[in-house]
Antibody, heavy 120, light 110 residues
């Protein structure tokens, strides 16, 4: 059974870089796409980015200039960096596996999420 | 910017049926958008319910079903139970532009 666990600082200062890691257990990170999704308090879900270890990466156009996603196959982890954060980046950040093939595309499973607060 | 629209809120009586829809600003939703539906309860991570329009997971209750309806993706809840009170989100795939979540529908069971 695949499990995902987010980790990283719960508090980031405004204008600094938010860095999170998702650790994957139960399967190899080489075999799938991996994604970050976020949810501001009391608001809806927002897709941030997804990537495949081979290099295919897509970013939310609204965040593209500030975000980077990377994969560390040696640690079976993938990471998110979001630059120049503001209070608007305060959110629960989830990581998820993305199943992609010729007939399917879906996000499952998800991690439990980690809350990141941007302080001034 | 692509927008995916869901009903902000819906109310249904116990045992009743309610249909949630998911519309794309780009036009009619088809199977090529790989519609997916999630249920989220307070303090919990979203839980996948439906993928690829109408496919269920092993944990998806039989009373939940997904389809295409009038150019939109739809999630139908039949025989609604109190436990179904939650927020529901749809997700659509836009190829090179990635994916977009709908704004979510809050379902109240009253």
């Amino acid at each position: 059974q695949v499990r995902l666990q987010e980790s990283g600082p719960g508090l980031v200062k405004s204008s600094e870089t938010l860095s999170l890691t998702c650790t994957v257990s139960g399967d190899s990170i080489n075999n799938y796409f991996w994604s970050w999704i976020r949810q501001p308090p009391g608001k809806g879900l927002e897709w941030v980015a997804y990537t495949f270890f081979g290099g295919s990466t897509k970013y939310n156009p609204s965040l593209k200039s500030r975000v980077a996603i990377s994969v560390d196959t040696s640690k079976n982890q993938f990471s998110l960096n979001l630059d120049s954060v503001t209070a608007a980046d305060t959110a629960m950040y989830y990581c998820a596996r993305v199943i992609v093939d010729s007939q399917h595309l879906y996000f499952d499973p998800w991690g439990q999420g980690t809350l990141v607060t941007v302080s001034s | 910017q692509t927008v995916v629209t869901q009903e902000p809120s819906l109310t249904v009586s116990p045992g009743g049926t309610v249909t949630l829809t998911c519309a794309s600003s780009t036009g009619a939703v088809t199977n090529n958008y790989y519609p997916q539906w999630f249920q989220q309860k307070p303090g919990q991570a979203p839980r996948p319910l439906i993928y690829n329009t109408g496919n269920k997971y092993s944990w998806t209750p039989a009373r939940f079903s997904g389809s295409l309806l009038g150019g939109k993706a739809a999630l139908i809840l039949s025989g609604v139970q109190a436990d179904d009170e939650a927020d529901y989100y749809c997700l659509l795939y836009y190829g090179g532009n990635g994916v977009v979540f709908g704004g979510g529908t809050k379902v109240a069971v009253l």
